[in-house]
Structures are given as structure tokens and as C-alpha cells.
């Protein structure tokens, strides 16, 4: 009697809470730069991205007019308004006149300042300042508040990164850069693992202990070396120093090793009498490759032009180095970061920024995802 082997329920419910996790893991934070990259800026450093939906609290100061604007009431000098000058819908709790006691007075509240003068500030902002004697200098009486406002999304966040200047041509610089450097080591890294996996010569397993070995060399160890023999062989062949060929070339370089060991891994896989019987009916290697292996392992290479495009369209110090920060050449990465630098820390441009250089990434991703778990194993299951 045959028996039905399989997993278990609780193993399959491990299976899906495990999966959710690392759903939630990878979706939470991009939930949170998105979220945040349409808060209002004061918002932002008030509380967290999940405070988002409720009122958020804090504490702020002002400024009440400058003596110029008090009138006469009374035998009495007064200035009076709303502190809310911008007109936001916000309600305040307590008040006061010291950084160091900055809710000192409950709103509503009328707060003596000493000499006879007096202040009242209102929940809604209105306040009323009072004195004896006429008031004196060109700057009014700071006041702190702690205020609670209502939850605030804008699209400004984007409208500044977005209409910054030379935005739209940094944009087209990392296309530039980006597409060539991902197809480039994919085209190369295909010959090669066809010929490593199946192909007979001198010194192949040796090739493949070099290749497999490049994969831990770093990045930063090899990059001002690579430098020096570019520009080297730029200057005799008379090829300028700061071009798209360089940083092409370098990504290549950078590429190759992982791209020919994942796919030398996938195609070695693929099943033997298919190679046979095509060279039973005489089809050459190259006819082979063409026409059965890059068919057949079009999954790994979408998973490979997915990793390449990642580090491609994400990376500053590759671009920086032989590309430059010319304004013509620049890439998105590095005119977000000239852009953060010149305004400080704003969180809001931190956030907005973050998010759109992730948008084309996304794209590219959900375009080839359904090859992408099929690329990952490539070659570790073979049939009998």
C-alpha cells in the first residue's frame, strides 16, 4: 500500500508566518520612507512616521509684534493677535516665556511678567499683552507653547527634490549609466559560464577557482588601482579620463565574477542530452548557446540583471570616482546627496529623496520578480 508523504500543518504554518515576517520585515521600513516623505516638516521631527494619523504634540516658540504695534487701551499699552501668523489649525495647551519653563502656564491663563505687565495666550493662538508703561525695541516678547495639530500630508517634500535644478539631468545620467552596466557584464558573463560549464580547455578549473575567488575581493580595495590602469590606458590610446566608458567598464569589472559564477552554477544544471542530441544533428557551441541556453536561462539572467541593476542605480562611490560631479555628468545619487547637503538634515528631504531613488528599482523588480526566486536556485536541483 503506498503511503502519501508530505508536510505537516504546523510545518506549512511555519512555512507562511516565516514568509510574513520577512514580508513585513523588507515592506515596513519602505512603508515608513513613503509615509514620511509626505509629512509636513515640523510633523517629521514631532514624532514617528506611525504617529502619522493622529494629532502630534510639540513645542514650539514664537514671536509676538514688535513694540511698533501696540495700541493705547485704557491708561494701558496693548499688543494683541494670534501667534498662528501662518494661519494653521493647531491648539495650545500651556505657555511661557523661559526656554527653561516652557509650559509654565496653562492656556488661557493670565501670566504676570513682572513691572505690571501681563500676558495671555488663548488655546487657539490668540493672545493679549498688556503693560503699564509703553513697550520698547524693534523685537517682540519670545514666547514657547506646547501645541498639539491635526495630521498634515503635502506633495512639497517631492515638488523640491523633484524641480530642483539639474534633477531631471542626473535622473538620465543614472539611466545612462545604469542600463549599459547591467547588460555589458550579462552579455559577457553568458559566453563565459556556457564555456566554463560545458565547454573542454587548459586551465579551466583553475579560471573558476580565480572567478570564485574575485567574489570576496572588496570593492574599495580594487577600485583606485582600477582607476590608475584606466586612466593609464586612456591617456595612450587618447581616451579622456571622466566618461561614461570608465564607470561602464568599472561595473563591469565589479559585476563579472558573481554574474559568471551564478550563471556557470544555473547552466551547468541544465540537462545533458539536450546538448548531446544538438550536436548529434550538428549544431555548434555557439548555435547551442544561442538557440537552447540562453532560452532556457533567461531566469537567472533576469535575477542577475535585477542584483546588477540594484548596485548599478544605488551606487555613489563608484559614480564618483570615474564620473565626476560635473553637472552634465552627475548621477541621481550623488545630486540627492549634494542636495541634503546644502539644506542640512531636513528630514522630509532625507525621506523623499530616499523614496525616489527606489521608485525605478521597484519597477525594475516587479517587472522580473516571477523569474527572480527561480534564478536564486539556480542549479541546486537537478533532475535524474
Known amino acids: 500500500m503506498a503511503v502519501t508523504t508530505g508536510k505537516s500543518f504546523a510545518g506549512r504554518f511555519g512555512v507562511h508566518i516565516a514568509v510574513l515576517i520577512f514580508v513585513a520585515i523588507w515592506t515596513v521600513p519602505t512603508l515608513g520612507i513613503l509615509v514620511s516623505s509626505l509629512r509636513d516638516k515640523d510633523q517629521i521631527i514631532a514624532s514617528g512616521w506611525w504617529n502619522s494619523f493622529a494629532s502630534s504634540s510639540q513645542t514650539e516658540a514664537g514671536r509676538l509684534p514688535p513694540a511698533s504695534a501696540q495700541v493705547e487701551k485704557d491708561g494701558k499699552f496693548v499688543l494683541e493677535g494670534n501667534i498662528f501668523g501662518d494661519g494653521a489649525a493647531r491648539d495650545i495647551s500651556a505657555f511661557g516665556v523661559k526656554s527653561a519653563a516652557p509650559t509654565q502656564y496653562p492656556a488661557g491663563t493670565t501670566a504676570d511678567l513682572g513691572d505690571g505687565v501681563t500676558l495671555q495666550l488663548n488655546a487657539d493662538g490668540g493672545f493679549v499683552m498688556t503693560s503699564p508703561k509703553a513697550f520698547e525695541g524693534e523685537r517682540g516678547q519670545r514666547v514657547y507653547y506646547a501645541s498639539s495639530a491635526p495630521p498634515k500630508f503635502t506633495t512639497d517634500n517631492y515638488k523640491t527634490v523633484l524641480l530642483s535644478e539639474g534633477i531631471g539631468r542626473s535622473f538620465m545620467n543614472s539611466l545612462t549609466v545604469t542600463i549599459p552596466a547591467t547588460v555589458i557584464p550579462i552579455l559577457i558573463?553568458?559566453?563565459?559560464?556556457?564555456?566554463?560549464?560545458?565547454?573542454?580547455?587548459?586551465?579551466?578549473?583553475?579560471?573558476?577557482?580565480?572567478?570564485?575567488?574575485?567574489?570576496?575581493?572588496?570593492?574599495?580595495?580594487?577600485?583606485?588601482?582600477?582607476?590608475?590602469?584606466?586612466?593609464?590606458?586612456?591617456?595612450?590610446?587618447?581616451?579622456?579620463?571622466?566618461?561614461?566608458?570608465?564607470?561602464?567598464?568599472?561595473?563591469?569589472?565589479?559585476?563579472?565574477?558573481?554574474?559568471?559564477?551564478?550563471?556557470?552554477?544555473?547552466?551547468?544544471?541544465?540537462?545533458?542530452?539536450?546538448?548531446?542530441?544538438?550536436?548529434?544533428?550538428?549544431?555548434?557551441?555557439?548555435?547551442?548557446?544561442?538557440?537552447?541556453?540562453?532560452?532556457?536561462?533567461?531566469?537567472?539572467?533576469?535575477?542577475?540583471?535585477?542584483?546588477?541593476?540594484?548596485?548599478?542605480?544605488?551606487?555613489?562611490?563608484?559614480?564618483?570616482?570615474?564620473?565626476?560631479?560635473?553637472?552634465?555628468?552627475?548621477?541621481?545619487?550623488?545630486?540627492?546627496?549634494?542636495?541634503?547637503?546644502?539644506?542640512?538634515?531636513?528630514?522630509?528631504?532625507?525621506?523623499?529623496?530616499?523614496?525616489?531613488?527606489?521608485?525605478?528599482?521597484?519597477?525594475?523588480?516587479?517587472?522580473?520578480?516571477?523569474?527572480?526566486?527561480r534564478g536564486l536556485l539556480a542549479g541546486s536541483v537537478k533532475g535524474g
Open 189 to 373: 558573463a553568458a559566453f563565459a559560464a556556457y564555456a566554463l560549464a560545458w565547454m573542454r580547455f587548459p586551465g579551466r578549473a583553475l579560471l573558476i577557482a580565480v572567478i570564485i575567488g574575485l567574489l570576496v575581493v572588496p570593492l574599495q580595495m580594487s577600485l583606485i588601482p582600477l582607476l590608475k590602469l584606466y586612466n593609464g590606458a586612456g591617456s595612450f590610446f587618447g581616451v579622456p579620463s571622466k566618461t561614461y566608458l570608465g564607470i561602464w567598464l568599472a561595473h563591469t569589472g565589479f559585476g563579472l565574477p558573481f554574474a559568471i559564477y551564478l550563471l556557470r552554477s544555473y547552466i551547468a544544471g541544465l540537462p545533458r542530452e539536450i546538448m548531446e542530441s544538438a550536436r548529434i544533428d550538428g549544431a555548434s557551441d555557439f548555435e547551442i548557446f544561442v538557440k537552447i541556453v540562453l532560452p532556457l536561462s533567461f531566469p537567472v539572467l533576469a535575477s542577475f540583471a535585477i542584483f546588477q541593476f540594484l548596485w548599478v542605480w544605488n551606487d555613489l562611490l563608484v559614480a564618483m570616482v570615474f564620473l565626476g560631479t560635473e553637472g552634465d555628468q552627475i548621477v541621481l545619487t550623488a545630486k540627492l546627496n549634494a542636495l541634503l547637503g546644502s539644506r542640512g538634515g531636513d528630514w522630509e528631504i532625507l525621506t523623499t529623496s530616499a523614496f525616489v531613488t527606489i521608485i525605478v528599482p521597484l519597477i525594475v523588480f516587479f517587472s522580473l520578480q516571477r523569474y527572480f526566486v
